[in-house]
C-alpha cells in the first residue's frame, strides 16, 4: 500500500506595526518584561480598545498580494478561554466574518525544477496576540513568569488549503510566503523573534484495495525554523504510517491531537487533544465596531503592492535574459539586492554578466561577511564601471575579481582600485604591436600554429604575460592567431 502526504499550515505573523492593535502601547521587540502595558491590552474591566488602522491596512495589503478577496464587511469576535499570559480571559479574533478569503500562493514545485504548484489560501484574519509564559528561567529555581508585552500585538493568520503534499512543499511554501511579506513590508518574518509562527495539519491518504482511507488529522507546534518544519512533517508522516498499520485508526476514530516538535529529540510529542471551536465560546465583541471596506480602499492598498516575487522572477528573465534559477537566487534576496542587480545591469550593458558578477563575487561576500546588500561597500554603478571594463576586453575576469576584492576591501572606484593594485588598461594597439613583436621572434610557433597545431599558440601567450603582466590572454591569443593567419 502507498500513501499521500496531506498537509495544511496555518501562520501567524506579527505585523509591521509600531503600536499595538487596540491601544497605543509600543512592540518594539526586547523589552524588559511589562514595560510596555496598559489598563486595555491588559484587560481591566471599564477599559475600551480602539483598532489600529494601520494593521487593518498591512493586513489588507498581505491578502491582496496572497489573491485573496477582502470582505466589504468583517467584525470582531472574542475566543474564550483561560491561560495565566491572557489576562481578559479571551482573545480578540475574527471567526465567522474573517477580512479575506479564497486566495492563493505559488510555489516552486520541489518535484520538477521550474514548475509551479498553486497552494489555495483558505483565510487571512487578523488577531491580537497572547503574553508570554516563562519557566524555570532562573538556576536551579522552578520559577514561572508572565511577561504582557507581546499582549495585543496585531498577528496576521495565514490557513492554507491542506493542498501540501510534501514536507518539502511546505518548507517551500514557507520560503515563498516570508519573501512575499518581506516584499510587501507587511512583517519582519523574524522567527526568533517570534514575528513568524507555524502550525501544521498533517495526516496521510492511504490507498487500499478498498479505497481511500485518511488517518487522524493531527496538529504539529514548535516548530521554531522552516528546517524544523520539513523535519518535523517527515518524522511526524512516518509515525502516522506506523500508527496506522499498528491500530488501522481512521480520521473520526480518536479526537484531533496536538503534538509538539522537540527540536533536541527530533521527534514530535502528544501534548493534549484539539479543542473544538465551540469550546471557544465565540461571540461578537460588543466593545468593537465591524469595520467595512470600500473598492475605493481596496484599490488605494493595492496601488500600494509594488511589484512582487513572481512578477519580478519573470520580469529579469524576459528583460535580463537570465535563467530562471538567476532570477530566483537574485529575486529571493529581497528587493534590495534585485534594485542593485537592475543598476548594475543597466549600468553596464549585459544582465547575464552582471547576474554572474553578483552570484559569484558579489553573494558570496556577503555570505562571508554576515552582511545585507546595503552594507556593501562598492556601489551598483562603481561594479558596473568595472564590469564594464571587463566586457570591453581591457582586463581579463580573474583580475577584475581582483580589482573588485580591493574595491571591496578599500571603498574605492575601478580606476583607484587598479592604479593601487599596478593593473594598468591594455590599449588595443599596444597589444598588437605586443603580439607582431612576439611572432616576428618565434618563427617555430608560427610554423606550428600554420600546420594547425593551434596549442604551439599558447607560448605566446605567456611570453606575452611576461612583457606585459596586464595583456588580457584571450585578446593575445585572438590577435596573434589573426596575424599568423594573414601571413
Ligand atoms: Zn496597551
Not at 524588559?32 to 483598532?51: E, K, W
Not at 545591469?345 to 544582465?351: E, H, R, T, V
Not at 599596478?422 to 621572434?441: N, P, Y
Request: with cysteine; hydrophobic share 35%; glycine share 6%.
Amino acid at each position: 500500500m502507498s500513501y499521500t502526504i496531506i498537509i495544511g499550515l496555518e501562520v501567524h505573523v506579527q505585523l509591521a506595526t509600531s503600536s499595538k492593535l487596540f491601544c497605543g502601547c509600543s512592540t518594539t521587540f526586547g523589552a524588559a518584561p511589562n514595560t510596555q502595558t496598559c489598563p486595555v491590552c491588559t484587560g481591566t474591566p471599564g477599559t475600551l480598545p480602539v483598532m489600529n488602522e494601520e494593521a487593518y491596512r498591512l493586513s489588507v495589503k498581505a491578502a491582496l498580494g496572497l489573491n485573496c478577496q477582502i470582505a466589504k464587511f468583517t467584525k470582531w469576535d472574542r475566543k474564550s478561554y483561560y491561560y495565566p499570559d491572557l489576562p481578559k480571559g479571551y482573545q480578540i479574533s475574527q471567526f465567522d466574518q474573517p477580512l479575506s478569503f479564497d486566495g492563493h500562493l505559488d510555489i516552486p514545485d520541489p518535484a520538477n525544477e521550474g514548475e509551479i504548484r498553486r497552494i489555495g489560501i483558505i483565510r487571512a484574519h487578523l488577531e491580537e496576540d497572547a503574553g508570554k509564559s516563562m519557566h524555570d528561567e532562573e538556576a536551579g529555581k522552578a520559577d514561572s513568569r508572565i511577561d504582557l508585552n507581546r499582549t495585543g500585538t496585531p498577528l496576521l493568520e495565514i490557513v492554507s488549503e491542506p493542498d501540501l503534499r510534501s514536507p518539502a512543499e511546505a518548507k517551500n511554501y514557507l520560503t515563498e510566503l516570508k519573501l512575499l511579506l518581506n516584499y510587501l513590508a507587511v512583517s519582519d518574518c523574524n522567527m526568533q523573534e517570534g514575528s513568524l509562527r507555524v502550525d501544521a495539519n498533517i495526516n496521510l491518504h492511504i490507498d487500499s484495495p478498498e479505497g481511500k482511507i485518511a488517518t487522524p488529522i493531527v496538529e504539529v507546534k514548535n516548530m521554531n525554523s522552516f528546517r524544523s518544519v520539513e523535519r518535523a512533517l517527515t518524522y511526524e508522516a512516518e509515525r502516522q504510517w506506523e500508527i496506522w498499520q499498528e491500530t488501522g485508526q481512521r480520521l473520526g476514530d480518536v479526537p484531533k491531537q496536538t503534538r509538539g516538535w522537540d527540536e533536541a529529540a527530533q521527534i514530535t510529542r502528544g501534548q493534549r487533544s484539539k479543542e473544538e471551536s465551540s469550546d471557544y465560546r465565540y461571540f461578537p465583541d460588543p466593545d468593537l465596531v465591524p469595520v467595512t471596506m470600500t473598492d475605493e480602499a481596496i484599490g488605494q492598498i493595492r496601488e500600494t503592492l509594488g511589484e512582487l516575487p513572481a512578477a519580478l522572477r519573470d520580469r529579469l528573465g524576459r528583460e535580463y535574459d537570465i535563467t530562471p534559477y538567476d532570477a530566483d537566487v537574485l529575486v529571493n534576496q529581497g528587493r534590495e539586492l534585485v534594485d542593485y542587480f537592475l543598476t548594475t545591469a543597466q549600468g553596464c550593458g549585459d544582465g547575464k554578466v552582471a547576474a554572474n558578477w553578483l552570484q559569484q563575487s558579489v553573494l558570496r561576500t556577503l555570505n562571508e561577511q554576515q552582511a545585507t546588500i546595503d552594507q556593501f561597500p562598492v556601489s551598483a554603478d562603481d561594479l558596473a564601471g568595472l564590469i564594464k571594463i571587463v566586457l570591453a576586453g581591457k582586463m581579463e575576469t580573474s583580475r577584475g575579481r581582483e580589482v573588485l576584492a580591493e574595491m571591496i576591501a578599500s571603498g574605492t572606484t575601478a580606476e583607484e582600485a587598479m592604479k593601487s593594485l599596478g593593473i594598468a588598461e591594455v590599449d588595443e594597439s599596444d597589444l598588437e604591436a605586443l603580439c607582431a613583436e612576439l611572432i616576428a621572434a618565434n618563427p617555430k610557433v608560427v610554423e606550428d600554429v600554420k600546420q594547425g597545431k593551434l596549442k604551439a599558440a599558447g607560448s605566446l601567450i605567456g611570453q606575452a604575460k611576461k612583457k606585459n603582466p596586464n595583456a588580457n590572454a584571450t585578446r593575445v591569443r585572438e590577435i596573434c592567431l589573426q596575424l599568423i593567419e594573414q601571413m
